[in-house]
């Protein structure tokens, strides 16, 4: 028996697990009895605990071919693994979401997305086939247009066993991402930017949230893939210098409450006001900054912290982003600056994303700020919106299931037999 | 070696009992620094994906040898088969289950012959063809289960002594003919041996790490190495303690 947690650290269950080398250990476990597939953990919540049996597929790593830009790999594979391998050939992920430690199979069942969402979709563009073990042990290559497809891609790995998948890159010519930021004082002006900035190829916001003169104080970061013409003359294009990374040993819970929030919020958008304009920024830091600060997740101290994740669709989002954030401000909780992006159209039927804005912060777990994550699901509910379920720790059964794909996706699961085979302390605590 | 285009092209490195964690690990490392891989294992086809893994991220040769350890006598054979590796690299091994092997001593001896017959035969036939050619490096995956036998692991720790004292000394034996021996002795390490087993964090490596300092061992020429190093201090005080507070103990 082990403890597994989710990286907000709130989640946590003792679980019999079991790791999968191969993909007949992966059959056995299915065979043996209810379970869910892990990644690498990085979902927030209980997606990836089940304590009955939870099959770790850090195991299954092998990358099996690549050609051209298109890799076959097992599910464990990590994407900074892929962003290691590749990238000094000259590819890098079509799709990222802000961390690179996260699976192949995890990506793959969270439907995740990146700061490129709104040009290219989310994971499920860049997905050619999934090799998926079902509950009788058999393995199905499913693609672009079967049901079982669209059921996988943001179906939380309660569809079956992400055994492999067959994933197209991008071509890239450096390493670097030439990265413009503007400073905005309110949500309106960077909404505004938003509709006017559509076709940067990266795009995302910082926004204060906290309480004080600072509130609605945005930095919108424009990014592109830069060309070797962009960089100093001597830096060969695709090397980077491997970053030094940090490690967080203690938390320090008290930064997230009212002053604190307030000051750091402030330092932060100061300090990137006044940095407005290109910078070049290497990849690493551009698409991960929390992932040189090893076990950041510690920071929120021991009782972990939740993420709140929602997307609005576009005619309501000025509308429910002043209602959430007025909320926040309210409560005087919350993590520095919240993330906020702009979505394209749907990728597929499962998944988060919608047209229109999407929302993001941690808060810190205790009492206020769990009641406070109720209000914002009514707004979000309210105003039409939806959640993201691999940041989700807490919601309520009747919240989830107020978005009409949770009743089909149990019912389906219910009709085809999945439901018994497949669960996690998520699929249980929501009814999927 | 260089070659005429002025690259430098690594030797191959061979890896014995290639489908375990660590072994998996240690392929990684090397092959990550150029090395064309020779994976051994028994049932030599299900390594298919681990040399796809290599090939694809590393862009190395890798070929595959079907190796049964406990066949001895096969051993000749295999080696003459090979082109003969600059680095040979063992990783056979099995823990047993203790209790098993306490009641019945036929299990107890095939977890010897697993741990200590089967690699001591094959290095000693490696040992011989290096020495013969003048160069090479043998690295032995032992481990610290041989430092001081304990009633949790006494039969798997006792081969593993025996296999110790076996690479110190082949490793004195081959010290004047420029053929390179190096023992390593990882603590827990995250592989499927300890599946199911909690132990304490700060103790416990992952595979990668061991893979690491296999590949540094190697290029540094060090005799003996812990992976992690603090499992030296507390050997040291393992093996300091008296028996007669050490027969009390249960460790």
Same mark, same amino acid.
């Given at each position: 028996m082990s403890v597994l947690r989710g990286w907000g650290r709130f989640s946590c269950a003792e679980c019999h697990v079991v790791t999968a080398r191969s993909e007949e250990d992966a059959r056995e476990a299915v065979l043996a009895a209810p379970l869910i597939a892990r990644g690498n953990g990085r979902s927030y919540g209980d997606s990836a605990i089940n304590p009955?049996?939870?099959?770790?597929?850090?195991?299954?790593?092998?990358?099996?071919?690549?050609?051209?830009?298109?890799?076959?790999?097992?599910?464990?594979?990590?994407?900074?693994?892929?962003?290691?391998?590749?990238?000094?050939?000259?590819?890098?992920?079509?799709?990222?979401?802000?961390?690179?430690?996260?699976?192949?199979?995890?990506?793959?069942?969270?439907?995740?997305?990146?700061?490129?969402?709104?040009?290219?979709?989310?994971?499920?563009?860049?997905?050619?086939?999934?090799?998926?073990?079902?509950?009788? &042990?058999?393995?199905?290559?499913?693609?672009?247009?079967?049901?079982?497809?669209?059921?996988?891609?943001?179906?939380?790995?309660?569809?079956?066993?992400? @055994?492999?998948?067959?994933?197209?890159?991008?071509?890239?010519?450096?390493?670097?991402?030439?990265?413009?930021?503007?400073?905005?004082?309110?949500?309106?002006?960077?909404?505004?930017?938003?509709?006017?900035?559509?076709?940067?190829?990266?795009?995302?916001?910082?926004?204060?949230?906290?309480?004080? $003169?600072?509130?609605?104080?945005?930095?919108?970061?424009?990014?592109?893939?830069?060309? #070797?013409?962009?960089?100093?003359?001597?830096?060969?294009?695709?090397?980077?210098?491997?970053?030094?990374?940090?490690?967080?040993?203690?938390? !320090?819970?008290?930064?997230?409450?009212?002053?604190?929030?307030?000051?750091?919020?402030?330092?932060?958008?100061?300090?990137?006001?006044?940095?407005?304009?290109?910078?070049?920024?290497?990849?690493?830091?551009?698409?991960?900054?929390?992932?040189?600060?090893?076990?950041?997740?510690?920071?929120?101290?021991?009782?972990?912290?939740?993420?709140?994740?929602?997307?609005?669709?576009?005619?309501?989002?000025?509308?429910?982003?002043?209602?959430?954030?007025?909320?926040?401000?309210?409560?005087?909780?919350?993590?520095?600056? +919240?993330?906020?992006?702009?979505?394209?159209?749907?990728?597929?039927?499962?998944?988060?994303?919608?047209?229109?804005?999407?929302?993001?912060?941690?808060?810190?777990?205790?009492?206020?700020?769990?009641?406070?994550?109720?209000?914002?699901?009514?707004?979000?509910?309210?105003?039409? &919106?939806?959640?993201?379920?691999?940041?989700?720790?807490? /919601?309520?059964?009747?919240?989830?299931?107020?978005?009409?794909?949770?009743?089909?996706?149990?019912?389906?699961?219910?009709?085809?037999?999945?439901?018994?085979?497949?669960?996690?302390?998520?699929?249980?605590?929501?009814?999927? | 070696?260089?070659?005429?285009?002025?690259?430098?092209?690594?030797?191959?490195?061979?890896?014995?009992?290639?489908?375990?964690?660590?072994?998996?690990?240690?392929?990684?490392?090397?092959?990550?620094?150029?090395?064309?891989?020779?994976?051994?294992?028994?049932?030599?086809?299900?390594?298919?994906?681990?040399?796809?893994?290599?090939?694809?991220?590393?862009?190395?040769?890798?070929?595959?040898?079907?190796?049964?350890?406990?066949?001895?006598?096969?051993?000749?054979?295999?080696?003459?088969?090979?082109?003969? #590796?600059?680095?040979?690299?063992?990783?056979?091994?099995?823990?047993?289950?203790?209790?098993?092997?306490?009641?019945?001593?036929?299990?107890?001896?095939?977890?010897?012959?697993?741990?200590?017959?089967?690699?001591?035969?094959?290095?000693?036939?490696?040992?011989?063809? /290096?020495?013969?050619?003048? +160069?090479?490096?043998? !690295?032995?995956?032992?481990?610290?289960?041989?430092?001081?036998?304990?009633?949790?692991?006494?039969?798997?720790?006792?081969?593993?002594?025996?296999?110790?004292?076996?690479?110190?000394?082949?490793?004195?034996?081959?010290?004047?003919?420029?053929?390179?021996?190096?023992?390593?002795?990882?603590?827990?390490?995250?592989?499927?041996? @300890?599946?199911?087993?909690?132990?304490?964090? $700060?103790?416990?490596?992952?595979?990668?790490?061991?893979?690491?300092?296999?590949?540094?061992?190697?290029?540094?020429?060090?005799?003996?190495?812990?992976?992690?190093?603090?499992?030296?201090?507390?050997?040291?005080?393992?093996?300091?303690?008296?028996?007669?507070?050490?027969?009390?103990?249960?460790?």
């Amino acid at each position: 028996m082990s403890v597994l947690r989710g990286w907000g650290r709130f989640s946590c269950a003792e679980c019999h697990v079991v790791t999968a080398r191969s993909e007949e250990d992966a059959r056995e476990a299915v065979l043996a009895a209810p379970l869910i597939a892990r990644g690498n953990g990085r979902s927030y919540g209980d997606s990836a605990i089940n304590p009955g049996l939870t099959l770790d597929m850090t195991g299954m790593d092998r990358m099996l071919s690549f050609d051209d830009g298109v890799l076959v790999a097992e599910a464990g594979v990590l994407l900074g693994d892929v962003i290691q391998t590749f990238l000094p050939r000259g590819w890098f992920p079509m799709v990222t979401p802000g961390t690179k430690y996260v699976s192949l199979g995890g990506a793959i069942a969270a439907d995740v997305h990146g700061k490129n969402h709104h040009v290219d979709g989310s994971f499920r563009a860049c997905v050619d086939w999934i090799d998926l073990i079902g509950p009788d &042990g058999a393995v199905q290559r499913v693609g672009p247009g079967d049901d079982l497809f669209d059921w996988t891609l943001g179906g939380m790995g309660l569809t079956g066993v992400i @055994l492999r998948a067959q994933i197209r890159l991008r071509r890239v010519e450096t390493a670097w991402i030439m990265q413009e930021t503007r400073a905005f004082t309110s949500l309106d002006e960077t909404l505004r930017a938003f509709e006017e900035c559509h076709d940067a190829p990266y795009s995302v916001a910082w926004i204060d949230c906290s309480d004080g $003169p600072h509130h609605g104080h945005a930095l919108l970061l424009l990014g592109r893939h830069a060309v #070797p013409a962009d960089l100093p003359s001597r830096r060969a294009p695709l090397e980077t210098r491997h970053k030094r990374k940090l490690t967080v040993p203690f938390g !320090v819970p008290f930064l997230f409450r009212g002053l604190w929030l307030r000051a750091l919020n402030g330092i932060f958008w100061r300090r990137g006001a006044k940095r407005a304009g290109h910078t070049l920024v290497d990849w690493d830091s551009y698409f991960y900054p929390l992932d040189g600060l090893q076990h950041w997740n510690r920071l929120y101290g021991r009782r972990g912290f939740v993420q709140f994740q929602c997307a609005l669709p576009p005619d309501r989002a000025a509308k429910g982003l002043k209602a959430l954030m007025d909320a926040i401000a309210a409560a005087q909780t919350g993590s520095v600056l +919240s993330v906020l992006k702009r979505f394209g159209p749907q990728s597929g039927p499962m998944s988060f994303p919608m047209p229109g804005y999407t929302l993001a912060l941690d808060f810190p777990v205790n009492d206020r700020s769990l009641a406070l994550m109720d209000d914002l699901d009514a707004i979000t509910l309210a105003h039409g &919106g939806r959640f993201y379920l691999a940041k989700d720790a807490r /919601m309520r059964a009747e919240t989830a299931q107020a978005d009409p794909r949770a009743l089909s996706f149990a019912e389906m699961r219910a009709r085809t037999g999945l439901a018994g085979h497949f669960t996690s302390l998520q699929s249980e605590r929501l009814g999927l | 070696m260089t070659t005429d285009t002025g690259t430098t092209t690594k030797g191959p490195v061979l890896i014995l009992g290639a489908k375990s964690d660590i072994a998996r690990a240690i392929a990684r490392s090397f092959a990550g620094a150029g090395h064309p891989i020779q994976l051994a294992a028994r049932d030599c086809p299900r390594l298919e994906d681990d040399a796809r893994d290599l090939r694809t991220r590393f862009g190395v040769t890798i070929s595959l040898h079907e190796f049964d350890a406990l066949a001895g006598d096969t051993h000749a054979a295999f080696v003459a088969g090979l082109d003969l #590796p600059h680095v040979a690299i063992c990783a056979v091994g099995a823990m047993g289950d203790q209790t098993q092997s306490a009641a019945d001593p036929l299990s107890a001896a095939h977890v010897i012959r697993t741990n200590f017959e089967g690699p001591a035969s094959i290095l000693a036939h490696l040992a011989n063809a /290096m020495e013969a050619r003048g +160069s090479g490096t043998l !690295v032995g995956i032992s481990s610290v289960a041989g430092d001081r036998g304990r009633a949790s692991n006494y039969v798997y720790g006792s081969a593993k002594a025996g296999f110790t004292a076996f690479l110190s000394g082949l490793r004195n034996r081959l010290q004047p003919l420029n053929v390179h021996v190096v023992t390593v002795l990882p603590g827990f390490v995250r592989t499927a041996m @300890l599946d199911g087993m909690e132990t304490p964090a $700060p103790l416990t490596a992952d595979p990668q790490e061991v893979g690491a300092a296999v590949l540094k061992a190697v290029n540094t020429r060090r005799n003996v190495i812990y992976t992690r190093p603090i499992w030296r201090i507390v050997m040291a005080v393992i093996r300091a303690i008296p028996e007669p507070i050490f027969k009390k103990t249960s460790l």
